[in-house]
């Protein structure tokens, strides 16, 4: 998807786009406001992605399956470990999901929609998925909502690098102080997004779940 200008040389990128730290945190400083609101929106993406899929496994056998990994339970344990083989079915379908996802979006998508509904629309699908199989606990179901997950990752992972593309061929997109900025820095501030995500659902929920029970929290809503 993520293709140059025709307009631009590609000398303005070279020269431009020798990325290191202090590099990075002075492109940070003066990063134009449309780059912000889309590394935003990148983190809040990859914290439902990480928060959902860490303990995806463990909801279908839990709440699904009425399941305890609690070994002095042997039924219970036996319905935990059929959940965790029917969540990884749905891993399974996720993945095939992202590709076809990302098939249809390259081929047919892209030249239809716009990039900002198509990358809206794949978060609230993703939305629209988690609340399902928050509500509804049916094996069937939640499966099958596992193909949003799909639709979250191909947007997360083509769509921003897409857009960025596109503020790099508008003359009017240059750091605060009027500089113009490297599509290589901009690619790799983009990239953090990932990384920060992660570490805010390590540093935030492993402990939430570690004291209050992730049953609790995440997965049953009956509780």
Known sequence: LMRRSEYEEPDDYEEKDNVTIKS???SMLRMPPRLWKLMICQVIGWIAYFATHLYFTDFVATAVYNGTFEQDDDAGFERYKKGVAMGCWGLGLYSAST????????R????????N??????????????LV?????????????????GMLVVSLNTLPYHMLSKFHTDETYRNKDG????????????????????????ASLGPLLERTGYEKIIFDNSK
Do not use: P, Q
Not at 99 to 106: G, K, S
Not at 108 to 115: D, I, K, Q
Not at 117 to 130: I, N
């Open 99 to 106: 590709a076809v996802y990302a098939f249809c979006l390259e």
């Open 24 to 26: 990075m945190i002075i």
């Open 133 to 149: 199989n928050y509500f509804i606990h049916n094996v069937v179901v939640n499966i099958i909502m596992c193909f949003t997950f």
């Open 108 to 115: 047919w998508l892209a030249e239809r929609f716009s990039l």
């Open 179 to 202: 500089t113009k900025r490297g599509i290589g820095v901009d690619c790799s501030l983009l990239n953090s997004c990932y990384f920060l995500g992660e570490l805010i659902v390590a």
């Open 117 to 130: 509904s198509l990358y809206f629309v794949g978060y609230v699908v993703y939305a629209v998925g988690c």
